[in-house]
T-cell receptor, first 111, second 112 residues
C-alpha cells in the first residue's frame, strides 16, 4: 500500500551546517508530496510542497525536489539555525483526502 | 486571522468517562479531519468529513465518534470504549480534497 518512510532521528547539527532529511515513498500513480514542520506543543505547519515529478518546493531556505525515478522527496537546507529545531514530517496525498505521514524526524540545532 | 482553534490545550479525564474535544475553523474549508499523534509516530487518521452532515471513518475510528452539524465545527468524542486514549489530538482542515492540510495547535488528552 501507499506509505512514506523518512530517516529516523534525532538529527543533531551545529548552527550553519547543511541539512538533509531523507524521505522516500511508495505509491501507485502520481501523489502530491509535502513537508510539514512541528514545533514543540504545536500543530503541524506546511513547509513546502510539490505536485508533480521534478517540481521543486521551497520555503524559508528549505528545498525538496520530487524525484519520481527514485521515489524520493528529500528535505535540504544549506545553513540551519537554532530556530529550525523542530520535528519534520514528510507526507503524501493520493486518491483524494488520503494523506500518509512519515513518522517524523526530530532536528536539534546547537549554537 | 483565519485559522483552526482547538480547545482545550490540555485535558485530563478519568478512565471510563467520555470526553469531547473541540475544533473550530474560520477558513471556510469544506473538509475537516481528526488525527491522533503518539510519541515517535506519524499521524493516524481517526475521522474525516468532506461536507456538512457527512463523515467517514479513518484508519483508527474505533472508540471515537464525530459530528459535523456546521461547516465550522467538527468535534471529536473519545468514548470509554477507546482502549488507549492518552495522546495528542490534531484537528485539520483543507479547502478541498487535493489541497494541503491546515492544522490546529492540538489537544493533549491524558486519561488516568
Amino acid at each position: 500500500g501507499d506509505s512514506v518512510t523518512q530517516m529516523e532521528g534525532p538529527v543533531t547539527l551545529s548552527e550553519e551546517a547543511f541539512l538533509t532529511i531523507n524521505c522516500t515513498y511508495t505509491a501507485t500513480g502520481y501523489p502530491s508530496l509535502f513537508w510539514y514542520v512541528q514545533y514543540p506543543g504545536e500543530g503541524l505547519q506546511l513547509l513546502l510542497k510539490a505536485t508533480k515529478a521534478d517540481d521543486k518546493g521551497s520555503n524559508k531556505g528549505f528545498e525538496a525536489t520530487y524525484r519520481k525515478e527514485t521515489t524520493s522527496f528529500h528535505l535540504e537546507k544549506g545553513s540551519v539555525q537554532v530556530s529550525d529545531s523542530a520535528v519534520y514530517f514528510c507526507a503524501l496525498l493520493y486518491n483524494f483526502n488520503k494523506f500518509y505521514f512519515g513518522s517524523g524526524t526530530k532536528l536539534n540545532v546547537k549554537p | 486571522d483565519g485559522g483552526i482553534t482547538q480547545s482545550p490545550k490540555y485535558l485530563f479525564r478519568k478512565e471510563g468517562q467520555n470526553v469531547t474535544l473541540s475544533c473550530e475553523q474560520n477558513l471556510n474549508h469544506d473538509a475537516m479531519y481528526w488525527y491522533r499523534q503518539d510519541p515517535g509516530q506519524g499521524l493516524r487518521l481517526i475521522y474525516y468529513s468532506q461536507i456538512v452532515n457527512d463523515f467517514q471513518k479513518g484508519d483508527i475510528a474505533e472508540g471515537y465518534s464525530v459530528s459535523r452539524e456546521k461547516k465550522e465545527s467538527f468535534p471529536l468524542t473519545v468514548t470509554s470504549a477507546q482502549k488507549n486514549p492518552t495522546a495528542f489530538y490534531l484537528c485539520a482542515s483543507s479547502i478541498d480534497q487535493i489541497s494541503p492540510l491546515h492544522f490546529g495547535n492540538g489537544t493533549r488528552l491524558t486519561v488516568t
